[in-house]
């Protein structure tokens, strides 16, 4: 059975440290990863989506990794702004049933970043 | 586009009450599903439809109902509510199967069974 875990849980950093969120997850057959964004209250918004065959994904201050053999993605975020306060949520996509691919979810990990 | 929408954005229902959680999507995405999200337990698969007129059960579908009857609208529908079902629940759709294309998530619906 597939799991993701992301650590830490929690993290609290001043403005303008580089930051990395780790992510695992126990099965490597995996067709993708994706992380998202969620602020309190709200949606999740697609930060990255890596797929299997790719090492890497950047979007601005952000830089995902994955490494499939070894179960881990990392999603590194430069120069942290209080604006990046919010949760990330990471998710692997596999094969469900009938040909459909669901999102296995991490509990995220919560970040403040303050001034 | 307006993207995924949701209503109602809250609900408090009692033990044994029916309702329906309204999800569209104007993005003409063939893929639609419902997560539920609990602390600490990230999101949990409850329905899916791979097209109109089709659907399934997702990991955690006891106590829920789907249907599809088009491609825009996919209604989660909770026959006896349940304090268990306390959650919030988020809509999803994509444009092909998620092997290929992210996943986009609506703004949730907060749902209180007392």
């Known amino acids: 059975k597939q799991e993701v875990t992301q650590i830490p849980a929690a993290l609290s950093v001043p403005e303008g440290e580089n930051l990395v969120l780790n992510c695992s997850f126990t099965?490597?057959?995996?067709?993708?990863l994706q992380w998202f964004r969620q602020d309190p209250g709200k949606g999740l918004t697609s930060l990255l989506l890596i797929q299997s065959s790719q090492r890497e994904q950047t979007s601005g201050r952000l830089n995902a990794s994955l490494d499939k053999s070894s179960g881990r993605s990392t999603l590194y975020i430069a120069a942290s702004q209080p604006g990046d306060s919010a949760t990330y949520l990471c998710a692997v996509s596999l094969m469900f049933s009938g040909g459909y691919n669901k999102l296995i979810f991490g509990a995220g990990t919560r970040l403040a970043v303050h001034p | 586009n307006a993207g995924v929408t949701q209503t109602p954005k809250f609900q408090v229902l009692k033990t044994g009450q029916s309702m329906t959680l309204q999800c569209a999507q104007d993005m003409n995405h063939e893929y639609m599903s419902w997560y539920r999200q609990d602390p600490g337990m990230g999101l949990r698969l409850i329905h899916y439809s791979v097209g109109a007129g089709i659907t399934d059960q997702g990991e955690v579908p006891n106590g829920y109902n789907v249907s599809r009857s088009t491609t825009e609208d996919f209604p989660l529908r909770l026959l006896s509510a349940a304090p268990s079902q306390t959650s919030v629940y988020f809509c999803?759709?994509?444009?092909?199967?998620?092997?290929?294309?992210?996943?986009?998530f609506g703004p949730g619906t907060r749902l209180t069974v007392t």
């Open positions: 999803a759709s994509s444009y092909r199967t998620l092997s290929l294309s992210e996943q986009y």
């Open positions: 099965d490597s057959a995996i067709y993708n």
